[in-house]
């Protein structure tokens, strides 16, 4: 029993949640892995460091290094991105962005889940999630991804996703851009916390996951809200179970459908 505990932590610990190529990784039996490389939107080159020069600079925004939020101007870099190619394009974001207050309301086939956003902490992710909000991206989407009890996350936000366990395109849709990591220091994903995926640093789109339990996911995933509502239908969902993949990793579409009907994201002054 002791040695069947540490392998469900080291599980827990080694658990990456990304936006898929279509192809699963498993490595050692680690729950809840997929690929990196590649994603929904495609890697990125390394962002330069301080001491930089400016040829490499200059190489870094020709390659479209997304740009994270400058207090100076207040304002975000986003930049165009079809590597997947399962896109649903509404344009980009607007650099200038808000840190006001923001409650987000997403409205489901099972009820409402309504999350306190970290503006502050993550003002690029939360503008995203406004701006995709303002053009209906996620009206009638459905959340393509869920974990088994070791890994209690639910993923939503591909606008193409059919989370019906057979198509190979889920988890690879995007809003066609991606921008930079934020709030990652000391980053907990527990329950309740509302987090981005990715494909790797710098490629957050528009997929997301809600966690449901507690998980040891190391501090790669944008952390931008806390569920204060509905958590409940998460559980009840989860009691349903997957439908897993032959040899996959443990996770797959929610057997009881969570369809997206809309996003409301409202702001204090």
Do not use: W
Request: charged share 20%; net charge positive.
């Amino acid at each position: 029993m002791q040695a069947r505990a540490e392998r469900q932590q080291r599980a827990r610990r080694n658990a990456v949640i990304g936006t898929s190529v279509g192809v699963l990784v498993v490595i050692a039996g680690v729950v809840g892995a997929t690929t990196l490389i590649g994603g929904g939107d495609s890697t990125t080159t390394a962002a330069a460091s301080p001491a930089a020069s400016p040829a490499a600079s200059a190489n870094a925004e020709a390659a479209g290094q997304p740009k994270p939020y400058d207090p100076s101007t207040g304002t975000c870099g986003y930049v165009a991105d079809k590597g997947s190619g399962q896109i649903k394009d509404v344009g980009l974001p607007p650099e200038k962005v808000s840190t006001a207050p923001a409650t987000m309301t997403i409205k489901t086939n099972l009820g409402d889940i309504v999350a306190q956003l970290e503006t502050q902490k993550a003002p690029c992710t939360v503008n995203s999630f406004k701006f995709l909000a303002s053009k209906k991206y996620f009206d009638d989407t459905r959340c393509h991804r869920m974990g088994p009890s070791a890994f209690p996350i639910l993923q939503c936000g591909d606008p193409l996703a059919k989370a019906d366990g057979k198509n190979p395109t889920d988890g690879q849709g995007g809003p066609g851009y991606r921008f930079a990591n934020e709030n990652l220091a000391g980053a907990k994903y527990t329950r309740g916390v509302l987090a981005m995926a990715n494909s790797g640093p710098d490629t957050n789109g528009s997929q997301f996951f809600i966690v449901f339990g507690d998980t040891g996911l190391s501090p790669d995933y944008t952390p931008f809200g806390t569920v204060t509502k509905g958590l409940e239908i998460l559980d009840e969902v989860a009691k349903k179970g997957v439908i897993a993949a032959p040899g996959g990793d443990g996770t797959g579409a929610p057997k009881q459908p969570v369809i997206i009907k809309h996003v409301t994201i409202t702001s204090k002054s």
